[in-house]
């Protein structure tokens, strides 16, 4: 059984960087498709990042260049750089398979707050 565990996140002004971390374990996930995805309050979940094994990445249309996605596949660890955030960048963030798969970790929250 897969499991995911993010950390990273925490209370951030405007304009400022956070790095999100995402410890896998289980399964064969040098060989999957990774994602980060995202829910604000009262929205659903969705997808922002994606990598595939041979690191080829993916992004939401709406990020403008302002989110990195990498992995580590020796450490099972996957990782998210968030830059130049906005108020509307807060959300709780996961990570999971692309397209995901039935277990989900707890999520870090990212607040981007003056």
């Known amino acids: 059984q897969v499991q995911f565990v993010e950390s990273g996140g925490g209370l951030v002004q405007p304009g400022g960087s956070l790095k999100l971390s995402c410890a896998a374990s289980g399964g064969f996930l040098s060989t999957y498709r990774l994602g980060w995805y995202r829910q604000a309050p009262g929205k659903q979940r969705d997808l922002v990042a994606s990598?595939?094994?041979?690191?080829?990445?993916t992004y939401a249309d709406s990020l403008q260049g302002r989110f990195t996605i990498s992995r580590d596949n020796a450490k099972k660890t996957l990782y998210l750089q968030l830059n130049s955030l906005e108020p509307e960048d807060t959300a709780v963030y996961y990570c999971n398979a692309a397209p995901p798969g039935p277990t989900w970790g707890k999520g870090t929250l990212v607040n981007v707050s003056s």
């Open positions: 990598i595939t094994r041979t690191y080829t990445t």
